[in-house]
Nanobody, 122 residues
């Protein structure tokens, strides 16, 4: 069974930075077609924030482009989300996902981590 464990969330002030990590079991990070970071704010649908393909192609939601960076370390079986210039509207629970990128769209897989809370507030 695929297991994904997120960490790195917390409470930071607007303009601050956080780095989220997602560790996968059984070398899932290496074997997965693509890995994505999603977030879900209270009362809102889960949304795709960024994804990275097996060949390191990356794509970002318009709301985070230029502020967030997704990367992967296949040796450590870890995917990262570096978040800079954080805004209150970035407040959400962040989840990683092992999915599939077909060259046009990222499709979420069935395996999700438990999520990590990110709160941006002064």
């Amino acid at each position: 069974q695929v297991q994904l464990v997120e960490s790195g969330g917390g409470l930071v002030q607007p303009g601050g930075s956080l780095r989220l990590s997602c560790v996968g079991s059984s070398a899932i990070i290496v074997s997965a077609n693509s890995m994505g970071w999603y977030r879900q704010a209270p009362g809102k649908q889960r949304e795709l924030v960024a994804f990275i393909s097996k060949f390191a192609y990356t794509n970002y939601a318009a709301s985070v482009k230029g502020r967030f960076t997704i990367s992967r370390d296949n040796v450590k079986n870890t995917v990262y989300l570096q978040m800079n210039s954080l805004k209150p509207e970035d407040t959400a629970v962040y989840y990683c996902n092992a999915g599939n990128f077909d060259g046009l769209n990222y499709a979420a897989g069935l395996n999700w981590g438990q999520g990590t809370q990110v709160t941006i507030s002064s």
